[in-house]
Nanobody, 126 residues
């Protein structure tokens, strides 16, 4: 499966963005999908993950209540809605996919994923 992440941009604190992770080559519903981010000079960190079924989701504590991950099977796309953005959310956001047979698995570890899209930059000004 090939992944393409887009939707980043430059926004002010408190604004919202919606990132998209579009898949081609395979049906994204067959994969657990995760979003990760990497700020300049920092390690990559987990942001959110959604199970194949779309029922189970997990978030990093730093984004809980502000970010929402969701699937659109018809568009073969996973979204990450970013609300109430803060300057510390500034980072390159990447999506990743991992094939799993179980429909309710979520994965928070980057090492669990074997397909990655390129990053889309989110910059939040204060």
């Amino acid at each position: 499966v090939q992944l393409q992440a887009y939707g980043g941009g430059l926004v002010q604190a408190g604004a919202s963005l919606r990132l998209s992770c579009a898949a081609s080559g395979r049906a994204l519903r067959d994969y657990v999908v995760g979003w990760f981010r990497q700020a300049p000079g920092k390690e990559r960190e987990f942001v959110a993950t959604v199970s194949r079924s779309g029922v189970n989701k997990d978030y990093a504590d730093s984004v809980k209540g502000r970010f929402t991950i969701s699937r659109d099977v018809t568009k073969n796309t996973v979204y990450l809605q970013l609300n109430s953005l803060k300057p510390e959310d500034t980072a390159a956001y990447s999506c990743a996919a991992a094939w799993r047979t179980h429909s309710n698995v979520v994965l928070a570890s980057a090492e669990s994923y074997n397909y990655w899209g390129q990053g889309t930059m989110v910059t939040v000004s204060s």
